[in-house]
Every structure is written in C-alpha cells, then in structure tokens.
C-alpha cells in the first residue's frame, strides 16, 4: 500500500500570523491562499450574506494596489486567483508560475495590511453578489437546495440558520463602516494563515513571508461567537417551493459528530457506505434497483469535511419521481438506514470504502474543489492549521479513517442516524410533473 | 535573515516577476498498435495514481439527423452491465481499484474515462476493456436510463443557460448537426435499445479510438499492459461524419427563449470562427483574452467591476473538430438587457478597430503563456491538455512551442484575429428570460423572434 509523506514546514511570525510551506518542485507553479478565520456562521446580525459581500471587496483594492490591479497582477503574472467564502473561513487564493511568489504575497500583504475601497465599490460589488445570487439560486431550478435550505430548519441558533448568501435587505443594509469594521476584527494576522504550496525553497519562502507581513499589526483579540446548538430532540422539517423544477425533490441531513472525535472518522466511513457514488447504497437501492429517485446523493463531503469548526449536517439529496410521494421516499430511505443499524458491514465491503478512501484522498490533494493544481492541500493543510494548530496532520489524518472498524461503523449509524437527530426539507415544485407509468405496491 | 521591517518601509510598488522558468512537458510515448488505436502515455509521478481515458472519434454529432444524442445515452448504458460483469459488480469493482468512471459523448467523441490508484492499473485497464467492447445494453438498465434522461430534460429546459446554448447552437449551425445539443422529449421516447447497441457496435472500434494514459508508472509498464489488454482486439471500418451547408446570417437577429418568472436575464451573443486547427487559433485565443475571456479582461472590467451588471461575463473560443464558434455571455438584472448588449458591442468593436496598448498586449501574453502550464501540475490536466492535441491532430510539438509562438503575436495580430472572428455586425444574440420583460430592449437590436423552452416559434 502506498503511503504519502507531504513536507511540511510551519513557522509563527512575530504578529502571530502562521506560515506553512510545503515544497514540490514536479512543475514550475505554487498555489498561495491566506485562510482567514472567520465565514459566513459569524457574519454580524442584520447583515447576513456579509462575510461572502466582505470577499468580494477584498478584490476591491488595496493601498498600493487599485481596483483591477490585483487581478492584473495576478493574471499578467501567468496565474489564476479566486476566493471563497464558507461557514467557518474565508480564504483567497493564487495559482502563479514559481517565478511570480514574490509578486502574489506583496500583493496579499498589502490587502491584509491596508484594504483601501470607497462607498463607488461597494455599490458595485452589492450589485455583483445579488447577480450571483441571482444566477446561483434565484434564476435556477432547485438553486441553493439544499445547502441554502436545510440550515434555517436544521438550527436553531443565528450564526448556523441564517442565509448565508444574504437578504436583498440586508445587503442594501450593508455599509463602508461595516467593512472596515469587519475587516478591522477579523483580517487580522494573528486570525490567519499564510500557504505557499508548490515550486518554492521552504527558506527563502519564510524570508519573504516574514519581509511582507511581519510589519502587519496583530490584533489584540479576535473575538469568539457561540456557534452551538441546542441538543434536538425530534425531528425537524420544512418546505421550500420550487419556481421552475417539476420534480420532488428532498434533504435529509443528520447533525454529525465533532471534528476528528473518534465518531467522526467513523462517521466517514458510514457516509462512503451510504453514498460514495453509484456503489453507495443510497444510490444503488433508490435509484438503481427501487427506481424511486432521479438522483440521489450527498454525504458529508470526504475528503473535504476538514473546513466545519461547528456544527455540520451530513446530508443525503433525492429528486424523486413524482409518482413516488415523498413520505414513499422517506420510507426506501429509511429501510437503507434501518440495515446500516441492523447489520454489521462485511469484510469486503469495507475493504473497498478503504480503497476508494485513500485515492479519493490523493485526488483531493492534488487539485481538489477549485480545480487548480494542489488547491485541496493547500485548503486541508490552512484548516488543519486553523482549527488543530496541527498542518502535519494532512499526514496522518488517512489513517484514522482506514482504521475504522465494522463495529464503530454500526454504533456510530445507531447513535447518529436517528430520526431525533436530523432534519428533512421538501423543495415542492409549483408545477409538479405528471408521474409516468403506475407502480405496484407503494402509497401515493 | 533579512532584518525587521517597518510599517513605512512597505514597498510601494508590486515586485517584478523573475524569468519564466523552463516548463518540461513529460515525455510521450505514441504508438498505433496493429488494430489502429492510437495510443499516447505520459509519465506523472506525483501521486500513485493513473488516469486513462478511452476516446472514439464519433459523437452525437454522427447520429443527431435521425436520433439525436444517442451517443450520450449509449455511453450511459455502457457501464450498466456488460456479458461478463452486471451493474453492481462494475461500480465495487471500482472502488475495489479506488477508482472513478465517467462514461460520456459529446458532439465529436465518445469517451471511457477511469483514474484510480496505479498499483491497479492493470485491472483498470482492463475494466476499460470490457466496457469498450462487451457491453450487453441490458433491456432493464436502457429503460431506467431513458427515464433518468427524461427527467434531466425536463429540468434542463428550465435551465436558462442550458436553454440559451441550445437556440444559440441551432442559430449558429442550422441544419448541420452540430446545431442540435439535445433530444427533445419525443426523441427520448423514440430510442431503441438496439440504436444503442449498433452505435457502440460501428463507432467503438480499435481504428476509431484514442488511448491516452497518464501515471504514475513507466511508459514502458504502460505499453505493455495496453498492448497486453487492447493488442488483440480486432480491426474494423469507422463511419465518418457526413457534412453538411452552414447558415452565414447577414446581420444582427435577436432569438428569445421566453421563459416566465426569470428574475435574470441570460445573453449569449456570437458567431462562427474557427477550429484549432486553424493557423489563427493563438491569435484568436489572444484577442479573446483581451476581449472577455479572461478575469482582467474589457469584458470584465466594463459590465461587471465599473458597471454591476453582472457576476460572471465571459467570452469564449469554442473548437468543434470540423468547425467553431464564437461567444459572449452574460447573465445580467433584467433592466440592463440592453445597457449591456451596448456595451458587449461598444468593446467588440473597440477591439476590432484600434490596436491593443504594448502593455495589455503584454499582460493578455503573460497571462495565456503562465496558464497554459498550469495543467502540467495534475494527471487530470495533462490528460486534458493531451487530448486537446491528438484529438485535434495538432503538431507534436504543439504543447512544447505553445509558449514561444504566443510570445511572438503582436498588436496586429490582436486586429486581424479580432475583424475576421469577432463578427459584431452579424453576431446572432440569444437572450433567455421572461418576455414581457426583455422583448422590448432585446428589439433594439434587431428582429425578435421568439421560442418556448421546448423550442416551439411563439
């Protein structure tokens, strides 16, 4: 079996910002992200869609970089750059040619250091987000189902249940004090790390890390929100309607198990048994022998779980077949469940999850979510930095998901995969399709 | 040690980029085995791992005049159960080999492709093979995948991107197949499990095919298992495409796909340009860099960062293997349809009447020589960048001089790419939304005509 040994090298500058390194000279590129600790969960009341508003006018320009530059910069430098917004992180990123490093960490330096953007710019950019949400969500069949819609069922606390891409009103709401108090509390050094992954000696990277952002001020203190939820205790569900699909359509998602506690890894195990492709057994009961749903799939996102530092749902999506009712649907759904309690899992069986675990692992360090070369080492190792201080775990973290055995996989499914434990969203369609064929044997 | 760094000492200007550095494009090994497939490997040793991609020269575009996207549905039902091995023995075979299966066809080609680790890369291979020539198109499995197919139509044409590309290719291509990127419903209902089972019979033959393989293995290793695993398989004739006249309309039309309760409206404006086989191809990559199809791009910096219009407006250079295209996109707030055509316009015929600045020019150059070397870092990219060139029979050395020859284009280039390929005054714009909306500024821009989501005049 092959075993992988990434190199990884950390250091804390002097304000606190962390910087961590790991060389691979295979081709002439490094991929560069700052991680900064703060997402959409801790976004200021009134103000939902904020943290992913706030993203946008970190392109905005900075003191010695106009508007536009940044992106010249980066672009005339023979590279790509993008930035993303998610519950617990916001990060930015640059894949270049090795020869431009230098370039990219000034550049993100001086956002980091002095963010320049005026009232003209955040008009702007309010109106570039609601065209996004537009053509994200509000344009699109099923849009924003179900990662805008299960949440505001799920939770009961603000940070977790609100809308995450934001309120119209809330955004027009937004002002240029809001961004610079936002950027004032969190883009803080000492709330951030620096990744520099790729073509690079470890060295020479850390000297112009420190050249460039050492100066930066830290914080004095970053402050905290209490992003926990009440215990559930039954089940919950909600409905949204659906402008433009015709099909059913619905969520289910369990709250699972803290970050790397030892259900955790179990957990991930589960999820591979259940989804994991068209072998998954949600998907070869439902769709493959049933033939109750369209598509089902889902899961809590192996190998790329690593960036929740609260509470997280491991969802399953099913778009049914309308002559199915959706309490039909619940119930096939159920029966998969109800075997995973049932029976423990066989030898075989699991020795494939490991398998697929471990080259799913390698795909996801080597390019990953964002489709550029070594995005998703770089994004494993900012939140292992982030939330464990721990970046070498990007090389152990494998094992303790392959050392999971059958019985830990069939106590984590009776503890977790309860009905007091989930909660289920039904996107309704306003014009529901007319079901084809008749089928025997299942309540409409 | 370099000594701390006060506040005021920030350099105040960016740091010049060091040389370009040497891009070493991994090797090739190119063969065709005595059945005619062509077979290209490349060795990638980062991670233990090997993709392989299977590719036949035929696609929807050969069947699309009596059974449109047949090839789509035939790859589908490929992996559903072959004479040795059933559905489910398939799908944990892969995870087995930690392996993942996509099986798809496009206008031009049908494709098996599988990565997974290298240490299976036998079994991965021969995975490929029972799918490439042993598919027993199981009546049950057909029937389950026209209803899945079914129902992704139905959501798709409520899609407005999907729905815009659809009118904006039967504008383009008319009667020639390549204007045809989906079935209608009827069509669906229509398909024969054996249309299925002749299409793989003709088009997935050893002269039709393509192997490019990328791992983390010798080429030598490689090569054996191939000719090991395809050597014996047999010869036999492929069909080729019959071509057909294009439409070249005279003037600007605009076709709208009325779609009720829009709340954005979708634009997708072009023309057709050209293959990449032709010698203008880098210098229309060039223009369509400076254009729109980059971030720092005019497109870009005009609709989106000065005026808000829109999240994601981009242009694009689309090669089919016998012909392109050209496009402009944008969804946009549905009162600035036509603030917004205006400026798609004003930029197109900026760039085709004065030259580009020495220093965007330098900027868009830069740009598409650092980024046409990104793929090299990932199995997945080379493989991309692989099939770019021997699907499209471009010269051996295309990926190795990719660099120099962009570097040599000059502002001129930029013009001429620019006036022959970027042809606003006869550029057909599709917009998708609601009606009684847009109607009115889209007809600013020349004769309306209208369709339903199902493709029916309104």
């Given at each position: 079996m092959s075993k992988l040994q990434i190199p990884v090298e950390i250091e804390t500058l002097a304000n606190g910002l962390r910087v961590v390194i790991s060389p691979d000279h295979s081709a002439p590129i490094v991929t560069v992200g700052v991680y900064y600790q703060i997402g959409f969960r801790l976004e200021p009341r009134g103000r939902s869609g904020f943290a992913h508003l706030f993203e946008h006018m970190m392109f905005q320009g900075s003191e010695h970089a106009g508007k536009m530059e940044h992106i010249r910069l980066i672009n005339s430098s023979g590279g790509v750059l993008n930035g993303t917004t998610n519950y617990d992180i916001t990060n930015y990123f640059e894949v270049v040619p090795s020869n431009a490093l230098e370039r990219v960490l000034w550049l993100e330096a001086d956002r980091m250091r002095a963010l320049k953007v005026d009232d003209e710019n955040l008009r702007n950019q309010r109106d570039v987000v609601k065209e996004e949400v537009r053509v994200n969500v509000l344009n699109q069949p099923y849009g924003g189902f179900p990662w805008l819609d299960l949440p505001p069922v799920a939770y009961r606390n603000w940070p977790n249940a609100h809308n995450f891409y934001g309120d119209f009103a809330d955004l027009d709401a937004a002002t240029l004090q809001d961004v610079r108090t936002f950027f004032h509390t969190y883009y803080a050094p000492n709330n951030a790390v620096l990744l520099i992954v790729g073509d690079v000696e470890p060295k020479e990277s850390f000297e112009l890390a420190r050249k460039y952002f050492e100066s930066i001020p830290p914080h004095p203190a970053v402050p905290s929100a209490d992003t926990s939820e009440p215990r559930q205790l039954e089940e919950r569900r909600g409905e949204v309607e659906e402008k433009f699909g015709q099909l059913p359509a619905l969520a289910i998602g369990y709250n699972i198990p803290q970050r790397h506690e030892r259900d955790w890894y179990a957990s991930a195990l589960l999820d591979r048994v259940l989804h994991g492709g068209r072998a998954g057994r949600i998907h070869r009961t439902l769709v493959l022998e049933k033939q109750i749903a369209i598509a089902a799939e889902g899961g809590m996102g192996f190998p790329d779980a690593f960036e929740y530092n609260g509470p997280t749902l491991g969802t399953t999506t099913i778009y049914h077949k309308p002559e199915y009712s959706p309490e039909a649907t619940v119930a096939a759904f159920d029966e998969v469940i109800a075997e995973v309690h049932d029976k423990t899992l066989d030898a075989d069986e699991l020795e494939q999850i490991k398998v697929k675990c471990r080259a799913d692992y390698f795909s996801m360090l080597e390019?990953?979510?964002?489709?550029?070369?070594r995005f998703g080492l770089m994004h494993a190792l900012a939140c292992f930095t982030l939330?464990?201080?721990?970046?070498?775990r990007v090389n152990t973290v494998l094992d303790n998901f392959l050392s999971v055995t059958p019985a830990e996989i069939q106590a984590t499914a009776r503890k977790y995969l309860v009905p007091a434990n989930r909660s289920i969203v039904f996107r309704k369609p306003i014009v529901q399709a007319a079901p084809v064929g008749a089928h025997e044997g299942v309540q409409q | 040690m370099t000594s701390a760094t006060s506040p005021t000492a920030f350099p105040v200007r960016a740091p010049a980029v060091g040389p370009e550095r040497p891009v070493a494009w991994p090797r090739r090994t190119v063969r065709t085995l005595a059945n005619g497939m062509q077979v290209v490997l490349a060795e990638q040793h980062t991670f233990p791992k090997i993709g392989v991609e299977l590719f036949f020269r035929s696609g929807n575009a050969l069947v699309s005049h009596k059974s449109p996207d047949l090839a789509e549905l035939t790859s589908r039902v490929i992996?559903?159960?072959?004479h040795l091995h059933t559905s489910r023995q398939i799908e944990e075979g892969l995870r087995r080999m930690g392996a993942s299966l996509g099986t798809m066809a496009g206008a031009d080609t049908s494709a098996i492709a599988i990565s997974g680790l290298s240490e299976f890369a036998g079994k991965l291979l021969a995975m490929v093979d029972d799918l490439a020539r042993n598919a027993a198109f199981p009546a049950d499995e057909f029937e389950r995948e026209r209803r899945q197919r079914l129902e992704e139509l139905r959501i798709e044409r409520t899609t407005p991107g999907f729905l815009a590309n659809e009118r904006f290719r039967r504008v383009l291509f008319g009667e020639h197949p390549y204007a045809v990127v989906a079935p209608t419903e009827a069509q669906v209902e229509a398909y024969q499990r054996d249309s299925l089972a002749d299409f793989y019979r003709e088009n997935y033959v050893p002269s039709n095919a393509l192997l490019i393989a990328v791992g983390d293995l010798s080429s030598d290793s490689m090569m054996a298992l191939v000719e090991k695993t395809f050597g014996a398989w047999k010869a036999g004739p492929a069909p080729t495409l019959a071509e057909t006249e294009l439409p070249h309309p005279r003037g600007r039309a605009v076709h709208l796909v009325h779609l009720p309760g829009t709340v954005q409206t979708e634009i997708l404006l072009g023309n057709l340009a050209i293959t990449r086989q032709s010698p203008d191809w880098r210098r229309s990559v060039l223009a369509n860099a400076i254009y729109g199809?980059?971030?720092?791009?005019r497109l870009v910096a005009n609709i989106r960062e000065q005026k808000g219009y829109t999240y994601s407006p981009r242009s694009a250079l689309h090669a089919l293997r016998h012909h392109g295209y050209f496009s402009v996109h944008a969804a946009v707030r549905n009162d600035v349809v036509a603030a917004t055509l205006t400026e798609m316009f004003y930029e197109l015929d900026r760039l085709r009447s004065l030259p580009v600045s020495d220093g965007e020019l330098a900027d868009a150059i830069n740009y598409l020589s650092g980024v046409f070397s990104l793929g090299i870092a990932t199995q997945d990219g080379l493989l991309a960048q692989l099939s770019t060139v021997y699907l499209n029979a471009l010269p051996e050395d295309y990926l190795e001089t990719f660099r120099e020859k962009i570097r040599a284009l000059q502002a001129g280039d930029v013009l001429e790419a620019a006036r022959r390929y970027f042809d606003s005054a006869n550029a057909q714009i599709v917009i998708v939304g609601d009606r009684a909306q847009v109607e009115p500024q889209a007809a600013l821009f020349g004769e309306v005509r209208v369709h339903d989501a199902q493709g029916k005049t309104m």
């Open positions: 390019s990953g979510g964002a489709g550029v070369p939330f464990d201080n721990d970046p070498q | 992996r559903t159960g072959t199809g980059a971030f720092n791009s």
